[in-house]
């Protein structure tokens, strides 16, 4: 690349939808412009998780709006943009065309090129954007809500598997564990929050394959023995204020931490290298973070993430992965006006 382009980010794979303008050029790290980002959370509360249906409308309702915010902050105009970035997936794939078809077709329009972006590289490759960004190579954890993912990561494209769930992942625990507690969609959150109060000492919850001496993970097993104790003592109905609700919050969130973060050392033990990246919503837990720089500390690890605001989905991962990609020259863009989303689409495929 000869001279600074900039990149404008969709996404839009589940229930946020996320636009960013991002500029890089040969030399430097690429640059966030601007950004605007959408939850759809106040609106998936009622049915206590996300319809796709209603997601996708939303979708088609925000994009155009928030590109006209982002612009709008960036002080640019849309002739101003070189490149359109968009999520291809994995994710729910009406939710997934809104953005594909926006971008291609505005990409079109513009008579630029069109990048379709792995929606998990983007959280991968998210931390690149903070204060603190990661030099390559590094142990990535994956944590979010539908994936949790032990990964190599070489360079930008260079991703080795090293571990993953072989059942729900991290965020699934979370957000179903509080489901049983009867506390509000999303529930991860609101459980985290509940867990301040409580004992997390006060339940022996299991810990699936903790000493497996592998980096998978495992946590239905978790989600069962809580709904157990909360048959058991009754907790389904009561208030959230209980002592006993509390406790069993803390404890559940001390059971996937612990996981999380001796998996975490397995793998960099494994691979011998100095240094972590967390990314994914999960990544924003406060407790994570605690026990992962704790014990990341005494190895001597660093350990990198995303800034708070780009834990969970947003179009500045999406536009940051492709400015990467083009200041790589791996980038492939496609000016014919086609493209296709993959709801299911492995990382190492990517």
Known sequence: MSAAQRILGFESSCDETGVALVE??????????????HSQISMHQAYG?????????DHVRRVLPLTREVLSQAGLALHDVDLIAYTQGPGLAGALLVGAGVAV???ASLDVPALPIHHLEGHLLSPFLSADPPEFPFVALLVSGGHTQLMRVDDVGRYEILGETIDDAAGEAFDKSAKLLGLPYPGGPHLARLAESGNPEAFALPRPLLHSGKPDFSFAGLKTAVLTQVKKLGLDGCSPSDPAKADLAASTQAAIVEVLVKKSLLALKETGLRRLVVAGGVGANAKLREQLNAACAKRGVRVHYPELSLCTDNGAMIAMAAALRVQRGMAQPRRDGGFEVRPRWDLSAA
Not at 24 to 37: E, F, K, S
Not at 49 to 57: F, M, N, T
């Open 49 to 57: 998780g996300v319809v796709p249906e209603l997601a996708s409308r």
């Open 24 to 37: 890089v050029t040969a030399d430097a790290p690429p640059r966030l412009l601007a950004q605007a980002l």
């Open 105 to 107: 077709s505005l990409a």
